[in-house]
């Protein structure tokens, strides 16, 4: 039997129709045998964030289960950004689709191809903020969470404004 993983992931879009682009990114993982999703949060529209000027994001996050292991994950993912003709180059640049995985259970990883918990989760509102209205705790604890959360909005400029459910 194959174990059941519970991972939270972030979806991003900032290029052409970003509702489409979220319902397309959420369609392909419920079309994906070895993906339930569990939880969605609501859609936030955020500035962007990693000093590129570029046009608002949509971002959202789910909870998932699956019986892929982290590696497998990954390509997953990356083959559902390249369905929506992500193309990789600026970094932090603008995207049509990125799915980034924050937790995987609550494991550790340090590859050069992977990292989790992701590295800046901690840092991104846009991250933090609907990852707290689906789950109390990923990896880390609540307050934990909390902590970060109120940090960025006592010294950074990230703006967020929640669109409501993805409809
Ligand atoms: N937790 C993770 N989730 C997704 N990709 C990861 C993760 N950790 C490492 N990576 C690696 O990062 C590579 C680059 O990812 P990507 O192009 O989405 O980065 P980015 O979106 O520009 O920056 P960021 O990862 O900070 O959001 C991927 O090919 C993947 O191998
Ligand atoms: N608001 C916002 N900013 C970003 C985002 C994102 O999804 N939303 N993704 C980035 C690269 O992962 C860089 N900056």
Redesign the pocket.
């Known amino acids: 039997m194959k174990e059941i993983n519970i991972v939270y992931l ?1 979806l ?1 879009t900032n290029l052409g129709n970003k509702v489409l682009n979220l319902k397309k990114i959420i369609k392909a993982f419920e079309d994906d045998p070895q993906i339930e999703i569990l939880k969605k949060s609501s859609v936030f529209e955020t500035s962007p964030v ?1 000093g590129i000027e570029q046009d608002n994001f949509y971002n959202m996050v789910i909870k998932i289960c699956t019986t892929y292991s982290p590696n497998e994950l ?1 390509k997953v ?2 083959l559902i ?1 390249k369905q929506l003709k992500r193309i ?1 180059n600026i ?3 603008p ?1 049509t689709a ?5 937790t995987f259970n609550n494991q550790e ?1 340090s590859t050069s ?8 989760m901690l840092n991104r509102l846009f991250v933090l903020k609907p990852l707290l209205e689906i789950t109390h705790s990923a990896f880390y604890s609540y307050e934990k969470l909390k902590q970060a959360e109120k940090k960025i909005l006592q010294n950074d400029d990230q703006k967020i404004i929640n669109k409501g459910a993805l409809k």
Do not use: N
């Not at 990125?98 to 924050?102: R, T, V």
């Open positions: 972030s991003g990693g990954l993912i990356h950004e990789r970094r932090w640049g995207r990125d799915i980034d995985m924050l990883i191809c992977l990292k989790i918990p992701h590295p800046e």
